[in-house]
């Protein structure tokens, strides 16, 4: 069993990344917002610098975790008839890495889902018995029936919600497509899961839908990947249930403020993963919204906001943005302001100051087109539209090697033949392994931090 140091509690900065600086004219403030969580005794943490902090002792700490694990159990899951037991070996693995006192339960999934353990309306403890007892009760996980993600979500949230934790967590495997309910029965869980808990999706195999994974991950705000072969599956699952057992804060909210005016055009989690965060603003008090990220433990991630503000003119300047990390007090309701940074505009006639473009804004940038391109890529290729596909995964090419992302760069390479990375020059290969393309169409949207 994982051991998990609880002695600290974390801390939270905010640091703000810009060009300031606007021609006449110019509206479009852009901003990279650093957040930073630190010293909550798990691992991976970014050290503070000179940044705003606020520790969240007492009132925003989570009182411990509940966890809820879906194992696929449709009919597939026996082609070939290892993949069950690999799914079995996973969920146990999982279970293993438990913290004591985590609250847990496992789901069987086909058409309908059903509670595997402890199966009783409710989420066990995990301690040496039970830890037991749910891997006995895998034995009677089984492939057989159809599939019907939304149903699994639902009773994952019914029995989080039941329970008296602060951290909710799924983690959930797929081998197929969401043949067993109409898209929006799956769209309208997804709508009734969110921000109740947090979601890391996994497809086994090759014969699963990308779009419907990621989209799981990214609606409830987790991970998405593929384990290819069936046999990764237990040391990806103890890491995803290693990296829930590091979380220490939820329902951390990116709170902006604009001036009357102005107007926030997007909101997207750039790093470590991009995810456009614009559409899920609710609405804070006069002028601010709240904008999701999900749970915390010691990590860093960063965030693209962009602003359009109203034309003000030369030498004049104006607060285009504060934004603040709240957390819900669970005693009054009320929001806790973490931490805090400041998005500013200064209209200048300086055109070197004016026109330069600040080096995370700009990274950023990048980053968020190579995951855009690649998804337009693939899907040209898919459609038999070849010279729109070599066009767009040589544009990630290009993007890649630029913002030295080593990762993708590999990825791309399994799909397109490199001639000059530099210039994006590629030949699509004849012939890509589906578990190559799925690989790179899941992974798309991970991101590498801007260069120091």
């Known amino acids: 069993m994982a051991n ?6 974390p801390q939270f900065s905010v640091e703000v990344y810009q060009n300031e600086f606007l021609p006449q004219g110019g509206r479009e403030v852009n901003a990279i917002v650093t957040v930073a969580s630190t010293g909550g005794g798990t691992t991976g943490g970014v050290p503070l610098s000179g940044a705003a902090s606020a520790d969240v002792s007492g009132s925003g700490r989570a009182a411990g975790a509940g966890v809820v694990i879906m194992v696929d159990c449709s009919g597939s899951m026996d082609y070939p008839p290892t993949k069950m037991r690999n799914a079995r070996d996973a969920t146990a693995a999982a279970i293993d890495t438990l913290r004591d006192g985590t609250a847990f339960a496992v789901v069987g999934g086909t058409h309908v889902a059903k509670e595997v353990y402890p199966g009783n309306g409710r989420l066990a403890v995990a301690d040496a018995r039970t830890r037991v007892q749910a891997k006995e009760a895998l ?8 599939t019907a993600i939304g149903t699994w979500l639902r009773l994952a949230d019914r029995l989080l919600g039941a329970a008296d934790v602060g951290i909710r967590h799924g983690i959930l495997l797929t081998d197929g497509r969401n043949e067993h309910e109409a898209p929006e029965d799956l769209r309208a869980a997804l709508e009734s899961c969110a921000g109740r808990f947090t979601c890391d999706a996994r497809g086994v195999g090759t014969d699963w839908e990308v779009k419907e994974v990621t989209g799981i991950a990214s609606a409830l705000l987790g991970t ?12 990806d699952f103890r890491r995803m249930m290693e990296n829930a057992m590091g979380k220490e804060v939820a329902d951390v909210a990116l709170r902006l403020w604009t001036p009357v005016g102005a ?11 991009v995810v456009d965060l614009t559409g899920r603003r609710t609405g804070a008090g ?3 919204g709240d904008y999701p990220t999900g749970s915390w433990g010691d990590e860093s991630r960063d965030y693209h906001v962009c602003i359009r503000v109203p034309e003000a003119g030369i030498g004049q300047e104006m607060l285009a943005s504060r934004v603040s990390l709240v957390l819900p007090d669970p005693a009054s309701g009320a929001p806790r302001t973490l931490s ?6 200064v209209w200048t006639d300086d055109m070197a100051a004016s026109t330069s473009i600040n080096p995370q804004v700009a990274h950023y940038t990048g980053q968020a087109e190579l995951a855009q391109v690649i998804q337009q890529g693939l899907d040209a290729r898919k459609s038999g539209d070849f010279d729109s596909a070599t066009a767009k995964l040589g544009r990630a090419v290009q993007l890649a090697s630029a913002s030295g992302n080593e990762d993708t760069a590999k990825l791309l390479s399994k799909v397109v033949d490199v001639v000059d990375a530099a210039t994006g020059t590629v030949r699509l290969k004849a012939k890509v392994a589906e578990a190559d393309s799925m690989t790179l169409e899941t992974r798309s949207t991970k991101t590498v931090r801007v260069k120091k």
């Open 224 to 235: 998405a990947d593929i384990v290819a072969d069936p046999a990764g599956l237990s040391a």
């Open 286 to 288: 006069p002028r601010a």
């Open 263 to 273: 107007e926030i055009m997007f909101v997207k989690q750039v790093a470590p993963t």
């Open 4 to 9: 998990f140091s609880k002695s600290n509690v």
């Open 340 to 345: 805090q940074g400041l998005v500013r505009a």
């Open 139 to 146: 034995r009677s996980l089984a492939a057989g029936g159809g």
